[in-house]
């Protein structure tokens, strides 16, 4: 599960689908839980000092989701306990962090993407898992993003080009009760 923490429904188009996707991306951690699948909350945190900032945020001199704030705190509602977590500082969950051992050390061959921004992190993370050795599907009922247009051009790459599923609600919750991965 990907951002799916305050700082990113501060834009107005996830805010209006905060409620519905907490309780898709709840209801995929739910199955998860009842079939014995591990999750992985991932949630992106940069230091104060600029030190974890991308280009852009220096170029702008404004870095968000500080240790501690409102803004790195995972969103009310969402079914946070008993989890792996990862922390990052780029768009990928795999880039400088922990997450492809974190996967190998829970027997992790496949992985199911949900979260924001479709258009950035969750893309990012999913084609960084591909090039991990993961097979990738993206829970395409539980993410949601402020750009829809790049989002849909975004899944369309990792459909065609990377050959990762897109699952809608249902299927997603399907693959991770009986762990049957889409023809």
Not at 91 to 118: I, P
Request: hydrophobic share 40%.
């Amino acid at each position: 599960m990907i951002d799916m923490q305050n700082s990113y429904f501060e834009f107005p188009e996830l805010a209006q689908v905060r409620d519905e996707l907490v309780g898709s991306v709840n209801e995929l951690i739910h199955a998860a839980h009842e079939s014995g699948r591990p999750v992985v909350l991932v949630r992106t945190e940069h230091a104060r000092d600029g030190s974890t900032w991308t280009l852009n945020m220096c170029e702008d001199g404004q870095g968000f989701a500080f240790p501690g704030t409102d803004q790195s705190r995972f969103l009310d509602g969402l079914a946070t306990g008993d989890h792996v977590e990862v922390v990052k500082t780029r768009d990928s969950a795999f880039f400088r962090t922990d997450l492809a051992a974190e996967l190998h050390r829970l027997g992790a061959t496949h992985m199911l993407v949900c979260g924001v921004s479709t258009h950035s992190c969750v893309s990012q993370t999913a084609i960084d898992g591909f090039a991990a050795d993961f097979h990738v599907a993206v829970a395409r009922g539980a993410v949601s993003s402020d750009n829809s247009e790049l989002s849909e051009a975004l899944l369309e790459f990792l459909r065609d080009q990377m050959r990762q599923p897109l699952l809608d609600q249902p299927q997603s919750v399907d693959l991770l009760r009986t762990g049957r991965w889409p023809a």
